[in-house]
């Protein structure tokens, strides 16, 4: 087939492999992050508080997403899109590898070499998409080509939670981590193998007048950064409700200030487009806020609040597939803990140390009933429903937006974005009819309502996040590519840390339908924003789109 039959460019499944398996890593780590720092010691995990797990969960993903900035920056100015791919992939490797070693210190050292990675893969192997897709005959194609680019990921986050469920139940912590690093090397090799087919978009950009120079970021943007960090650690008191948050925030600050002065010293022909970017990234914070809290929210409901014993005809399927563990049945002092579950969150320890599994509180069952332990389903495999959705859905979406477009009906990016942001915002809904229902977590409830949730979120996220990505490519002007993307992962950075703070709020509402309607209340917010600028988007993106 000649270039001008395709559609898509040739190094679009290399792309989507590599980051099939990058993605395959960081959300298995991602969907046992928190039962594994709550778990106890002598169960191969550090016996943290939630609230602990929480905080530092919603941290690590939120610093995450805030070095695609630098490494976007640097990517853009320096070794260019390949060389950071590749940078980034391997120091992510080996801290996935690192995980496996139960050492506090390692621990944290291992997720700064995450996190410095990710700062170099994320932003730059979707700028390299974009900039394929800029050539012709695939320009027309490119939000398709975002879509299957994200199925991609989805893949991976589908796939990841069924290895991490087998590997933690037969062999331990350790080895799940393991894996993660295994997929993550498969990822860099696939990239390899493909190198060939990015040299058009492997381009690095040309300095002009209006560009910042790097010594005076690196002393103006990331030196503060790193003060004000310090700063909002050692302030007195916790504004946002620990030191690590406060940090993160104040951390921002500066890079917040470096994106709005790439707007201010902007020629009157890139203004536009960088302010309809940076509006667009504001706005969709709040969908990070609420959609990331499927690693901690959601984890808990699914975890203590969701029937996740399996069908008698499915037990020994997952039993022999070590998708199953085990609720323990134990006694002792079962009465001074399980009637006081209050007592029993705020433990440091685990709580089947104390008496019967904590799962068993709201289960229905009489303990006098239960002769022997009883098996259910692994809670990290509810993080696969999310992406799950994804890979079913996006050929769905694709189809959808293709019949629109030959209709002549094309729906706009800006457009799929506000439309995504409102279509979120019923996804919290759901858990609320579920609290209802289910007397505000007195019994357990169906897993069908997480089945639920997740589907609605999806086709917002389907709508937004890849929309996103697409947006960034075609308006940014061309020598600030990776940096704008590196901004539109600093708004998911933001969004990130939110989810966190968000999230560890859960046991201040007694009444949990009111945690899930002020996530549903901060969605309809942002949507009705971007709908009011929706008009004024559309006509930027009209007029600057390339």
């Known amino acids: 087939m000649s270039k001008k039959d395709r559609k898509h460019p040739k190094a679009l499944p290399y792309l989507f492999f590599a980051e099939m398996w990058e993605r395959f890593g960081y959300y298995l780590i991602i969907g046992i992050f928190v039962q594994y720092l709550m778990e106890k010691v002598d169960g191969g995990g550090f016996a943290m508080a939630k609230g602990e797990a929480y905080d ?66 994320k932003p730059n192997i979707s700028t390299l998409l974009g900039n394929l897709y800029n050539e012709e005959p695939y320009k027309a194609s490119k939000d398709a080509g975002y879509n299957i680019f994200y199925m991609g990921i989805n893949v991976g986050a589908l796939i990841c939670n069924f290895i991490a469920a087998y590997l933690r139940n037969k062999y331990g912590w350790g080895y799940a981590f393991l894996g993660a690093g295994l997929g993550m090397f498969i990822g860099i090799i696939v990239f390899v193998l493909g190198l060939k087919n990015y040299k058009s978009g492997n381009v690095i950009k040309p300095v002009t007048p209006e560009d910042t120079p790097l010594n005076v970021i690196f002393k103006f943007i990331f030196l503060p950064a790193i003060l ?72 808990t409901w699914a975890k203590y609040y969701t029937d996740r014993e399996a069908p008698s005809y499915a037990v020994s399927t997952l039993d022999e597939l070590k998708q199953m563990e085990t609720v323990k049945i134990e006694y002792g002092v079962v009465d001074k803990y399980d009637k006081d579950f209050n007592l029993i969150k705020e433990n440091k320890e685990v709580v089947k140390e ?31 429903i999310n992406p799950f959705w994804v890979v079913l859905l996006t050929p769905l979406v694709v189809a959808f937006f293709l019949w629109l477009k030959k209709r002549g009906k094309e729906v706009s990016t800006p457009s ?131």
């Open 56 to 121: 530092i969960y919603g941290t690590f993903i939120a610093f995450v997403f805030l070095t695609p900035f630098i490494g976007g920056l640097l990517a853009d100015r320096k070794i260019g899109y390949v060389k950071a791919v590749i940078i980034g992939g391997t120091l992510m490797g080996i801290g996935y590898c690192g995980l496996s070693i139960h050492h506090l210190g390692v621990f944290y050292v291992s997720l700064a070499l995450i996190i410095i990675g990710n700062g170099f893969f």
């Open 228 to 299: 004000f960090g310090a700063a909002g650690w050692f302030i007195p008191g916790n504004l946002l409700g620990s030191d690590s948050s406060d940090a993160f925030i104040f951390s921002t600050l500066p890079i917040i200030y470096f994106y709005y002065t790439l707007y201010a010293k902007a020629s009157v022909k890139d203004k536009k487009p960088i302010m309809a970017l940076l509006v667009v990234m504001l706005v969709s914070v709040m969908f990070w806020a609420v959609f990331k809290q499927n690693g901690t929210a959601l984890t």
């Open 354 to 384: 104390y008496g019967r599994d904590i799962y068993l509180r709201n289960s229905g069952y009489d303990s006098s009933e239960l002769k022997s332990d009883l098996k259910v389903i692994n809670t990290e495999l509810y993080q696969s």
């Open 416 to 546: 799929k974005i506000a439309w995504g942001l409102f279509v979120s915002a019923l996804s919290p809904l759901v858990m609320v009819a579920a609290v209802i229902y289910c007397h505000n977590g007195a019994e357990k409830a169906s897993s069908w309502w997480l089945w639920g949730t997740y589907g609605v979120v999806t086709i917002g996220e389907l709508f937004l996040s890849p929309m996103g990505l697409s947006l960034v490519s075609k308006l940014s002007p061309p020598r600030l590519t990776a940096l704008m993307m590196g901004g539109w992962f600093l708004s998911t950075s933001i969004g990130n840390k939110l989810s966190g703070i968000l999230a560890s709020m859960w046991d201040k509402y007694e009444d949990k339908q009111w945690f899930f309607m002020t996530n549903s209340l901060l969605l309809f917010g942002a949507a009705i924003i971007i709908f009011m600028l929706l008009k004024w988007l559309n006509k930027i993106f009209k007029e600057y789109s390339h």
